[in-house]
């Protein structure tokens, strides 16, 4: 069985915690919690994912479980939250070398859709 592991990663001006399963060097795929719930929604799926071969990364969202929560309603609209999800690709070492993708989840949708414009395309 793959272990999960946990740790805090800064981006677009908070911190997020997240949850890993998979060796870093595998293809990347980030799944997306949706409202109300956090990281642990997808436990099954990362150590399945994982053993398939992926580095698997779940992020909770900003304003749930462990990540920041700022306290302004506007950093909750959905350009923020895509952009905390496009600022993991560099401590994640996403690169033109390494493919990934993302699933979202529910609210995480609408996110998921923001996500796929700004430039950190799934192989």
Known sequence: MTDIRTARIGTNGISLHVAQAGRTVDPLLVLLHGFPEYWETWRDYMTTFAAAGF????PDQ???NLSDKPSEIQAYDLDRLAADVV???DPLNVGASRSSAMIGA???AGGSRRFSRTGWSAS
């Not at 580095?55 to 779940?58: A, D, K, L, Y």
């Open 62 to 64: 900003r304003g749930y």
């Open 87 to 89: 600022g993991l690709a």
């Open 106 to 108: 529910v609210r995480s």
């Open 55 to 58: 580095h698997v990364v779940v």
